[in-house]
Structures are given as C-alpha cells and as structure tokens.
C-alpha cells in the first residue's frame, strides 16, 4: 500500500511538471505571436524585430524587481524595449570600452539600429519615421544606454535633427531630407552653441545673410557631436535683428564651400564620438534650404530641447542602471572580514538609495514624455524637472557603483568608471541643470 501512494504521489507530480512545461510553452508560442503581429502591424519596422532573436537571447531581466525597466509599460512599448536591449547586448555593449579606448565613432553599427527603426524614432511613418511616442522613444534610448552611453546620445541627437525636419520642414523638404535622415544613410548634427553662448542661446552670433536664392554663412558653433563625420548640420543662425525673433534654422551639407572644421575635442567622456568646432566662412546655403518661417528658428530650438531633455535623461537612466547591475554583481563576490560584501547592512542600504534614485528618476522621465505626447502646457517645466534629477541623481548612482568597486572601479578594465565619465556631462548639454532650475522656479513661482 505504501509503495502504491509513492507510485501515485510520484506520477501526480510528474503531471504536475508536464502541465507547468505546457504552460510555459504556451506563453512563449502567445509572445511569439504577438511580436508577428506587431511585425505585420509596423511595414516601415518589418525589420525592427531582429529576427525574433531577442526574446531567445535576453534572458537576464529580473522580473521581481522594482528596478525593472518594463514596469508600466504596455506591451507593444515592451517588445521595442526588448529589442532595444538585445540591440545593446549583441552590438553595443562588447565594444563600449574599446571604442573608449580607440575615441572610435561606430557608423556602422549605429546605421545598423536604423534597420530596427531607431533613425527616425519619432518621425512620420509616411516619409520612413517609426512613428512611435516620446515615451516609447525614451524607453528604447535607456534601453541602448545600458550598452554605451556616448553611443546612444549620438543616436538621439540624430533622432532629434530629423523630428525638426518632419515637425517643421514643407513637405518637399521632408521628402527630399527624411527618408535618408530616417535610414540612417546620411547621420546629422545639430549646431546651437556657439563660443561665446551656451546657456543664453538667443545670444548666438553666426550669420547668414540673404543674396538673393542663397544665404551667406559666417561664423562658428562648438561642441558639435559627430563634426567632421556628419552628413548634414542642422544650424541655428542669425537672419535677423538681435534676440531670439532674429533666429532661423538651416540645414547644410557637408560637402558645401565654406564648411570647414576644427579639431576634435579631448573629452573626459563620449570618446566614441567626435565632438568639435563647425565653422562657415562665406558658406553659401540655398534659401529652400530653411527650415520653417525666417525668424522662427528659436522656437524650433527650444521645442527640440525640450525633448532632447527627456532623451538626455533616458541615456542617463541608462547608464545607471547598467552601473547598479554592475556593482550589485561584484558585491555578491567580492569577499572582505569573511563574507561577501552584499551582506554588509551599510552597503546595502546604499544600494537601497541607488535603487529609490533610479526608479524616481525613471518616473519623472517617463511622466514628462508623457506630458510631451498629450501636448501638456506644462510639459516643457516638467523636462527641466525630468533632465535636473534624473541627470544629478543618475550621476550619483554611477558614482556611488564605482566607489562600491573599491580600487578596481577607478581601473580602466571596468565598465563603471566609463559609465561615471560618460553621464557626467549629461548634467551640462541640452540646457546646464543651473538653467533647469530657471525653468522651474518660473514655472512655479510666477
């Protein structure tokens, strides 16, 4: 009798298992037929979906966690997320540190995320756009962050070059321009700061004066990401009287008499980028060339910020994340007064703090994209607020993971202190986190 209930209690589990395998089995065939639908659903992302690759290959997400990216989302902004994320663990993240190392700019591989629809994240799908939201935008940029920062901001700032064009452009110039903007056959730059104004952009000197068909351009902009290798430079120059009703926006080739360039920059961080000097000596630019109404181009700039904001902030996200990750790994090895340092109370509460800074971040981020897709009057106060703390706070998360490193976090031979070099100067670029606070305060206080 007993060896029967044995026999019984091991068949029903036997079951038990068969049935759980079933289950699962289930909803992996339910995925997989919901990513071809979105497939068939998306003709300009047919190859968005990387095969299916990335449901295979991305195994590490920690679904328990409060620190899960996917947290919020609907499905389909989780499938680009999934395949932003298998797009940085395949491409980006192997190579980080070595073009790092090497200041090498990967134009291959970033033309390569344009066969998944990242050239054109938030452009009409009628001229090769993806057409996606600010939101879903900015979940895929801290998805491709996690594997390298300095990559994906140039990513972004392309994406922001060709939205300008689609959100601003006559339709003869969204035909001629996007189509190779969005597939990444031609990368672009976007030129506002200037030597002598940064925060107060509306003080910006280059000119371009008006013979007839063509402008005539003389001047400079610096910190220009991608100078030198660009195909297209989207300028903001001065047509007008003195202020920011003097401001127009346009674009230039690279191949254009009078376009030269200084050297690139030595950065602390972004060396997989050249950054520098663009300069127009007498640069003649057709006057179909112009980019919205003359005098409008200031309007254009602030409303492109306001967006890159949220696109600075999601790099940063990115990066923190990716940096908690590291430092909670090397924690659970790494040994000192007999056990692993994961169970030091001080270090874990740390790693509580890293966690809350993160997720508050990520919040803000996502709430201000949102408020960008409803065309909330408040939306632009509210990428300030996104930009300020998500950028400081990121900052220090990727800090705090180096120093949990000890020693071995200041060595070049691990990631974190790349990722602590490479969201520093997201503090700095898209409006200083000085002028997010003016932004604020006259949101608020007036």
């Known amino acids: 009798m007993l060896s029967l209930f044995r026999y019984n209690k ?44 990335c449901l295979a290959s991305f195994t590490k997400r920690d679904y328990s966690s409060s620190l899960d990216m996917s947290i919020g989302l609907s499905d389909e902004v989780k499938e680009f997320q999934l395949l932003a994320l298998d797009f940085a663990k395949k491409e980006l993240e192997p190579n980080m540190q070595k073009w790092d190392e090497q200041g090498h700019f990967p134009v291959d591989v970033i033309k390569r995320s ?68 969005t597939a990444m056959e031609k ?29 005539i351009l003389n001047g400079s902009k610096s910190f220009i990401s991608g100078a030198t290798v660009s195909d297209v430079y989207l300028v903001m120059v001065r047509t007008g009287k003195e202020g920011p009703k003097g401001i127009s926006t346009l674009l230039v080739e690279k191949n254009t008499p009078g376009l030269t360039f200084g050297k690139s920059e030595v950065k602390l961080g972004w060396k997989s980028q050249p950054t520098g000097i663009v300069n127009f000596e007498d640069c003649v630019v057709p006057v179909e060339n112009r980019i919205g109404p003359a005098g409008s181009g200031f309007n254009i700039a602030m409303k492109g910020l306001n967006g890159g904001r949220i696109n600075i902030s999601s790099t940063s996200l990115g990066g923190a994340q990716k940096s908690f990750e590291h430092a909670r790994d090397h924690l ?115």
């Open 114 to 181: 344009a066969n998944l629809g990242f050239g054109g994240l938030y452009c009409d799908e009628k001229y090769g756009g993806t057409g996606l939201s600010r939101l879903a935008t900015s979940v895929i940029f801290e998805a491709l962050s996690t594997g390298c920062v300095s990559t994906t901001a140039y990513i972004s700032i392309h994406n922001m070059v060709a939205w300008m064009v689609d959100s601003f452009g006559n339709e003869k110039q969204k035909n001629k321009w996007l189509p190779s903007l």
């Open 10 to 53: 091991l068949r029903l589990s036997c079951v038990s298992v068969y049935n759980i395998f079933l289950l699962i089995m289930f909803k992996v065939i339910n995925s997989c037929t919901r990513l071809a639908s979105y497939a068939n659903k998306y003709t300009n992302k047919a190859k968005v979906f990387y095969n299916f690759k």
């Open 187 to 215: 990368l672009s730059s976007y030129c506002l700061t200037e030597p002598g104004s940064g925060s107060d952009a509306a003080a910006l000197i280059t000119s371009a004066k008006q013979d007839g068909d063509n402008y």
């Open 332 to 446: 659970s090895v790494r040994k000192a007064f007999g056990k692993e340092l994961l169970h030091n109370q001080y270090l874990q509460y740390r790693m509580a703090e890293m966690a809350t800074k993160i997720t508050s971040s990520r919040f803000l981020v996502r709430q201000a994209a949102q408020a960008m897709d409803e065309k909330h009057p408040n939306a632009p106060a509210l990428c300030a607020m996104a930009k300020l703390h998500a950028t400081d706070n990121c900052f220090d998360v990727c800090n705090s993971a180096l120093q949990m490193f000890g020693g071995y976090g200041y060595l070049c031979e691990y990631p974190v202190q790349q990722f602590v070099r490479d969201v520093r100067v997201n503090q700095i670029l898209e409006g200083t986190n000085e002028i997010m606070r003016l932004v604020i305060a006259r949101d608020t206080l007036y």
